[in-house]
């Protein structure tokens, strides 16, 4: 499955963004969806996941009442929206996929990144 992020850019601190993440090559519907990110000089993290079945959903403290994510299987896509955004979520942003009827909550396919920049 092939994953192609879109939708950062430059915003204010207090400001909005909203990422999409369209996948190409196979269906997601049976897969767990993330949202990663890594800011400089840091490791990767898990920002946000979204199960196959059901669609409950998981986030890190930092963005917890902030982020949500959300899928449309029928598009194909998973979108990340992300409001009151504050200075350290600035990163590259990557939108990852699990096997097929994954029961791990791991990814396994990955997506270029899309950079969001916050400014203070």
């Known amino acids: 499955v092939q994953l192609q992020a879109s939708g950062g850019g430059l915003v204010r601190a207090g400001g909005s963004l909203r990422l999409s993440c369209t996948a190409s090559?196979?269906?997601?519907?049976?897969?767990?969806m993330f949202w990663f990110r890594q800011a400089p000089g840091k490791e990767r993290e898990l920002v946000a996941g979204?199960?196959?079945?059901?669609?409950?959903?998981s986030y890190a403290d930092s963005v917890r009442g902030r982020f949500a994510i959300s899928r449309d299987n029928a598009k194909n896509t998973v979108n990340l929206q992300m409001n009151s955004l504050k200075p350290e979520d600035t990163g590259v942003y990557y939108c990852?996929?699990?096997?097929?009827?994954?029961?791990?909550?791991?990814?396994?396919?990955w997506g270029q990144g899309t950079q969001v920049t916050v400014s203070s």
């Open positions: 990852a996929a699990s096997l097929d009827s994954d029961t791990t909550f791991r990814p396994r396919y």
């Open positions: 090559g196979r269906a997601i519907g049976g897969r767990n």
């Open positions: 979204i199960r196959k079945s059901g669609g409950t959903t």
